[in-house]
């Protein structure tokens, strides 16, 4: 299991838009990605500018896959002039 943690600042005034790109964003990885197992967006209203992702894939190959998608791209590109900052972390699931 491979887990990616992404935190989204928005720059004010964008997260109207931001919110539908990044649902659809996370729709089209359920869907069309074998190895997308699970794929949240969160947000809570005391920080109003930020969005979480926690986004779970089969392994580290499959999320490579996701980044080199077509809708992901096209995400990527739609979003960057509403974003301030990112910030993505990956954790490796700890096998016993």
Known sequence: MY????????KEGRMAEFVP????????S??????????????DESRASEVLLYELYANQTAFDIHLK????????????????SKD?????EVVS
């Open 88 to 92: 993505v972390r990956t954790y490796h």
């Open 69 to 84: 998608s077509a809708h992901f791209k096209a995400f990527d590109h739609a979003v960057a002039r509403m974003v301030e």
């Open 30 to 43: 359920l869907t069309a990605e074998e190895g997308c197992l699970r794929f949240d967006v969160c947000t």
């Open 21 to 28: 790109a990044v649902v659809e964003n996370a729709r089209t």
């Open 3 to 10: 887990a990616v943690v992404v935190v989204f600042q928005i």
